[in-house]
């Protein structure tokens, strides 16, 4: 039993109040894998052991439904460029492509793990990644058994540019996309996804490429309106996607589909925050009644944070977000982005994913930007002091 916390958050309505099921001076009861039950510290049944969260929150391990983990490399020169208003013209996605090539899997494996437990420490408790630096067939099966081997959430992300080999062929990389590559990494994954935005795939590329991956079992999300308007968010809608992600610039009639369909809006603050680009608008998706989720977009180029609190900061202070709305898409958001019932929630039945903030209340996630609030990790059951 956790108790003495001074507000948990369970996401369930029907155990506390609003939105975000909160309980002042609650307890959580443990056992093994899962939540058995929560409510006032009072309440508590007996337990066979106790840990004091002093007046602490309590908040659901935080679902992080986005991120680019198997690569290799370092682009901090293109940062530097571009914080400093230089042009730059080092190759971006192609450059991280290279260097992923030329790692052996040990140094893959490493590199993902190493971020995973950055994530934990700051209470991501689950996690999804793709493919995507590899663009060939042999490489993005391998990406795609790395990342297998850390988490339950891996994404087939071979339609992430054309690779370089088919740069005069982009028609042929498709067919490789949804043939050969397909065929290889289909096994190894949950999730297949798209970049359709001009420059990568079309939307009648994408739609071919969402499309083989459902044939083959495979669920799709897509890269969409990230840099423009486009096809991306109404495509990811018609097929039914679990979410679609950046959905930076959108029309009326894009958030009119989000709103009428079943698509997680999946908004990747990081991004913004680290290329200096606009803010999607969060106040917009919210009052329209879409469902939002919250995400990293942890990867080398375009957004290095592997900080989910940092993000709950940001999208509060640029994005429109109240702190309860932002900490709601960082855990059953990101959840619903995964189609997921047993994570970012603490009811009875959900996975013990959890973390302690040194705050008495969850909205410090946005009021001290910055400050490593987060004390002690559960996953599945499994406690993690970070001090």
Not at 1 to 10: A, K, P, R, W, Y
Not at 57 to 75: M, Y
Not at 219 to 227: D, G
Request: glycine share 10%; charged share 20%; aromatic share 6%.
């Amino acid at each position: 039993m956790i108790h003495h916390i001074g507000t948990l958050v369970t996401n369930d309505p029907s155990l506390g109040t609003g939105p975000l099921g909160l309980i002042p001076d609650a307890a959580l009861v443990l056992e093994g894998e899962r939540v058995v039950w929560a409510g006032e510290s009072s309440k508590a049944p007996a337990t066979d052991n106790a840990f004091d969260a002093a007046g602490r929150a309590v908040v659901p391990g935080f679902v992080d439904s986005h991120s680019h983990l198997v690569f290799a490399g370092d682009r901090t020169a293109e940062f530097n460029a571009r914080m400093s208003g230089r042009s730059y013209t080092a190759g971006g996605i192609r450059s991280t492509v290279s260097a992923t090539r030329a790692a052996d899997d040990d140094a893959l494996s490493a590199n993902l793990a190493a971020h995973l437990t950055e994530m934990l420490r700051q209470g991501t408790t689950t996690v999804e990644t793709k493919s995507g630096y590899g663009l060939t067939v042999e490489e993005e099966a391998r990406a795609l058994r790395i990342a297998a081997a850390h988490t339950e959430e891996v994404t087939y992300l071979g339609a992430h540019i054309v690779a370089p080999e088919y740069a005069d062929d982009p028609a042929g990389y498709v067919d490789l996309v949804t043939g050969a590559m397909l065929d290889a990494c289909a096994p190894h994954a949950r999730w297949v996804d798209v970049f359709c935005e001009e420059g990568a795939f079309d939307g009648d590329q994408a739609r071919a490429i969402l499309t083989a991956g459902k044939a083959r079992g495979l669920l799709p999300r897509v890269h969409a309106n990230q840099l423009s308007h486009g096809p991306g968010v109404r495509l990811a809608v018609e097929l039914e996607a679990a979410s679609a992600d950046h959905c930076t610039h959108l029309t009326d009639a894009d958030v009119d589909a989000l709103a009428s369909g079943t698509t997680v809006a999946t908004l990747l603050p990081g991004c913004e925050f680290s290329t200096r680009a606009v803010y999607p608008d969060a106040r917009r998706l919210l009052d329209a009644g879409v469902s939002v989720a919250l995400s990293t977009d942890c990867n080398p180029g375009s957004s290095f944070t592997s900080s989910m609190p940092f993000c709950i900061a940001v999208a509060v202070r640029e994005m429109g977000m109240t702190p309860d709305e932002a900490l709601w898409s960082a855990t059953a958001g990101g959840a619903a982005a995964l189609r997921r019932e047993d994570v970012g929630r603490l009811a009875p039945g959900a996975r013990a994913d959890l973390a302690l903030l040194d705050a008495p209340s969850h909205v410090h996630l946005a009021y001290r930007p910055g400050v490593p609030l987060v004390t002690d990790v559960w996953r599945r059951g499994e406690h993690h002091s970070i001090r």
